[in-house]
Nanobody, 126 residues
């Protein structure tokens, strides 16, 4: 059974930093592209960042480019999201997700990810 478990969310002031982790089990992690999405109240779940299966290529939404960094440790089956210079508009539930196919480039589309974590709340106060 595939499991993705996020951790590291919390409350932080605007301008602060927070790091998220997502540890997986039940899938050959090193062969899957991974991504982070987020969903704010009343809004659609949106793409935040993705990383290729080997960790060489990363992709970011324009809204977080230059502030967030996605990385992975294939030996630990874990993907990370380091968030700096946080803004109140970054407040959301953050989800990690595994791409639907092995050895493939990640996409920005929610429908291309078929395994999801339960989410972790990030709240940025102004």
């Amino acid at each position: 059974q595939v499991q993705l478990v996020e951790s590291g969310g919390g409350l932080v002031q605007a301008g602060g930093s927070l790091g998220l982790s997502c540890t997986t089990s039940g899938l050959p992690f090193s062969s899957y592209a991974m991504a982070w999405f987020r969903q704010a109240p009343g809004k659609e779940r949106e793409f935040v960042a993705a990383i290729s299966w080997g960790g060489v290529n990363t992709y970011y939404a324009d809204s977080v480019k230059g502030r967030f960094t996605i990385s992975r440790d294939n030996a630990k089956n874990t993907v990370y999201l380091q968030m700096n210079s946080l803004k109140p508009e970054d407040t959301a539930v953050y989800y990690c997700a595994a791409f639907v196919r092995r050895w493939s480039r990640p996409s920005y589309m929610r429908g291309d990810y078929n395994n999801w974590g339960q989410g972790t709340q990030v709240t940025v106060s102004s």
